[in-house]
């Protein structure tokens, strides 16, 4: 068998895999990408970009139904859903190609397959065309990505029981979707079919919609925003049994009630995309979820293959696994690192949007950590008038001893930009001071930043 031989294989080109062969073709490394689907990976094709288009068209109509309040009349406005779809591809395209254009110029090898371990430095990437082509190096890097939780009950109805691989082809809009798991994607697909005019019921088994680890003051606002949105939220319930009738499915509840709608959104977790890789064979391991074990070096059991991004489970956010693929290559080569993931932002493009970074309140109290905390209504701001958007709030957490900031959480228009500046301050020791010396412009969402770290006593 003839093998292709090269310095280092990276697996998968979502974004910590493209980051990752970037960073080493820079360092001068003979690269080869393998990639068994679109280039891009989940974040482009069927993750971050598309969905935060989709909730863009989404607050789009939200501004229509709310014109009159502005001054402006509009009478009358039809949803068109496939063009709204073709739409979406569109951007898709133009992005992938960009993407590939990219590896061309970087003279990046690029092969179209799954790759599969044959042994601990070789692989095989079955194409297409049914031919296999074998590639070796000395380094290996995992960078496959996750996949949507799939339970066994749900596979003889796929054409009802969708996720978020295939939801946004659908060339119709649901009249009536449910969706199971009321997390980030769960509630984010709720805004946008919600606001397009389909009927959203969004369960959960937890008490609350967003069961996730935010501060308590934002999800407060959130539960209170969703109410408004009129999304129909179901809680600590779980769907115990289902029957596909008249084109329709019928979801038997745990509480006894039952639903009936056209579409099911499973939106209950993901797991690592490790199928075909062969892992067994070379003894790297995995958790249940199917999320391989690294040590703080991203190696794997075997030391010379990595493994990064959502396969590794850490984050499951596009930007942190384009920051593990630099750094695991910064690390493979040898350049000093100076990736940071104590302020990471974390984020949610609902309207209104969510975003924060650090500490949330509780874990402050749970480290016994000094401190002292601001909180800015959004309802104060002349921009947030000025945008319609007057939902929301700005929190810090300080440390009391440091005056160092430990945690930003924020609520309200532009939250998903605002963040990036409390990111630069705490990545950066900077005293929640700097902050409150701002002199923002006026007026910008910004002096929501200015005026809370000014509400910060002494
Ligand atoms: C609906 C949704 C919305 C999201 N929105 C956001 C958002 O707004 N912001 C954000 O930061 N994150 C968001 N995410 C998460 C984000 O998409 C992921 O965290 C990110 O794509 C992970 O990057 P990755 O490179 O690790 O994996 P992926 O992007 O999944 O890329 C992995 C690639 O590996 C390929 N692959 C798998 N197995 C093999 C194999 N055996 N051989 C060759 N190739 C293989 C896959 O085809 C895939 O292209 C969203 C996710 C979803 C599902």
């Known amino acids: 068998m003839e093998t292709k031989k090269f310095d280092c294989i990276v697996i998968g080109v979502g974004p910590a895999g493209l980051s990752c062969a970037l960073t080493l073709k820079n360092a001068g ?81 690029y092969f179209s397959g799954a790759a599969s371990f044959i042994d601990e430095h070789t692989l095989a990437v079955a194409q297409s065309d049914n031919s296999i082509e074998y590639l070796s190096a000395d380094i290996i890097i995992i960078a ?54 389909t009927i959203v019921y969004l369960i959960d088994t937890a008490e609350t919609s967003l069961p996730i680890k935010i501060d308590s003051e934002i999800h407060q606002i959130f539960i209170r925003e969703i109410k408004k949105n009129k999304i129909n939220t179901i809680n600590a319930v779980s769907v115990s049994s289902y029957s596909i009738e008249n084109e329709s499915v019928l979801l038997n509840l745990s509480n006894g009630d039952s639903l009936a709608v056209d579409k099911v959104l499973l939106a209950i977790g993901r797991a690592g995309s490790i199928a075909n890789l062969n892992l067994e064979k070379i003894g790297i391991k995995y958790n249940h979820k199917n999320f391989i074990e690294t040590n703080e070096k991203y190696q794997t059991a075997q030391k010379h293959i990595y493994a990064i991004g959502d396969v590794a489970g850490k984050y499951l956010y596009a930007h942190t696994a384009a920051a593990e693929g630099k750094q695991v290559a910064e690390i493979i080569v040898g350049i000093r690192d100076n990736t940071k993931f104590n302020a990471v932002p974390f984020t949610i493009f609902t309207y209104p949007e969510l975003a924060w970074c650090g500490l949330t309140e509780q874990e402050a109290i749970d480290k016994k950590i000094n401190y002292k905390k ?54 950066n020791n900077l005293k929640i001071s700097a902050l409150a010396e701002l002199i923002a412009a006026h ?16």
């Open 29 to 109: 490394k003979n690269i080869a990408v393998i990639e068994s689907a679109e280039l891009g990976g989940t974040c482009l094709n069927r993750g971050c970009i598309p969905t935060t288009l989709l909730l863009n068209i989404g607050e789009f109509l939200k501004k229509i139904k709310s014109a009159n309040t502005l001054g402006i009349e509009i009478l009358d406005y039809k949803i068109n859903f496939s063009k709204i779809i073709e739409y979406k591809n569109s951007v898709i395209n133009i992005h992938r190609k960009g993407i590939w254009q990219t590896l061309k110029n970087q003279k990046i090898s």
């Open 144 to 197: 496959t990505g996750a996949k949507p939780a799939y339970p066994a009950e749900f596979t003889n109805a796929r054409n009802y029981f969708l996720t978020s691989e295939n939801i946004m082809d659908l060339t119709e809009a649901p009249k009536r979707l449910a969706i199971i798991g009321a997390g980030v994607t769960g509630c984010e697909f709720a805004y946008f079919f919600n606001e397009i005019g």
């Open 374 to 427: 601001s909180i800015y209504h959004l309802r104060g701001l002349g921009r947030a008038h000025t945008l319609g958007e007057i939902s929301g709030l700005v929190k810090f957490i300080v440390d009391a001893d440091t005056e160092l900031i430990i945690g930003c959480h924020i609520i309200g228009a532009r939250a998903t930009e605002l963040i990036h500046t409390v990111q630069l301050a705490m990545n």
């Open 443 to 458: 007026p910008s969402m910004s002096e929501a930043l200015m005026e809370t770290a000014r509400l910060i006593e002494d």
